[in-house]
């Protein structure tokens, strides 16, 4: 149990553009998602968490919107970059949390693989 | 302020022999400890957490970990350290805040292991 997924793993794009990245709760329902940023040999920012059906609460210095995040359902969460720039070339990470299993706390978050976006 | 440090950036250990990975922590109240693993261009894998109850925490791939709260300590150990077990390892702690809470992670310890 407790597997995440993200869509798409790897994707490229022009500056100016906008990329979408899923993440999805595959066979427990995620009442908190978190989204991260991870640089290269770095550790993991937390950019924003969202409770299902609720807006993203976002950390101090991340632009709302420009990083647009949905949490429409208690499975999926949607990063979407706006006009992004090379600066934005990263890899991303969701995690959810959520009642895994039966007796099973909502304490573990629970990670994607990631997606690596580079911004030409 | 909450916080977590992992003070090495690297460790090396031959395969065979145990292997520690260091944290420290800086918490208000009972603190929610996690310890993540990362592999190249992959999101992080749960190994282990401790909540309450034995301090000696065991968890996934054979690691385990000891909490230690007169040094606020949470150092993952492992007895027999293995060339797969390469890998970013990350120290976590949860914070509490209003609407929910939060994971802070350390700064990542790579660890080496030779054949």
């Known amino acids: 149990g407790a597997v995440v997924s993200q869509h798409p793993s790897r994707v490229i794009c022009k500056s100016g553009t906008s990329v979408k990245i899923e993440c999805r709760s595959l066979d427990f329902q995620a009442t908190t998602m978190f989204w991260y940023r991870q640089f290269p040999k770095k550790s993991l920012m937390l950019m924003a968490t969202s409770n299902e059906g609720s807006k993203a609460t976002y950390e101090q210095g991340v632009e709302k919107d420009k990083f647009l995040i949905n949490h429409a359902s208690l499975t999926l969460s949607t990063l979407t970059v706006t006009s992004a720039h090379p600066e934005d070339s990263s890899f991303y990470i969701c995690?959810?949390?959520?009642?895994?299993?039966?007796?099973?706390?909502?304490?573990?978050?629970?990670f994607g693989p990631g997606t690596r976006l580079t911004v030409l | 302020a909450q916080s977590v440090a992992q003070p090495e950036d690297q460790v090396n250990v031959a395969e065979g022999n145990p292997l520690t990975v260091k944290c420290t922590y800086s918490?208000?109240?009972?603190?929610?400890l996690f310890w993540y693993v990362q592999y190249p261009n992959r999101g992080l894998q749960f190994l282990l957490k401790y909540i309450t109850g034995d301090n000696l925490v065991k968890g996934s791939y054979g690691f385990e970990a000891e909490f230690n709260k007169s040094q606020t300590s949470f150092h993952l150990k492992k007895p027999s350290a293995l060339v797969s077990d390469s890998a970013l390892y990350f120290c976590?702690?949860?914070?509490?805040?209003?609407?929910?809470?939060?994971?802070?992670f350390g700064a990542g310890t790579r660890l080496f292991v030779k054949a």
């Open positions: 995690s959810a949390s959520g009642q895994v299993g039966s007796g099973q706390g909502t304490d573990t978050q629970y």
């Open positions: 976590a702690v949860r914070t509490s805040d209003t609407g929910g809470f939060k994971t802070i």
């Open positions: 918490v208000s109240g009972n603190p929610y």
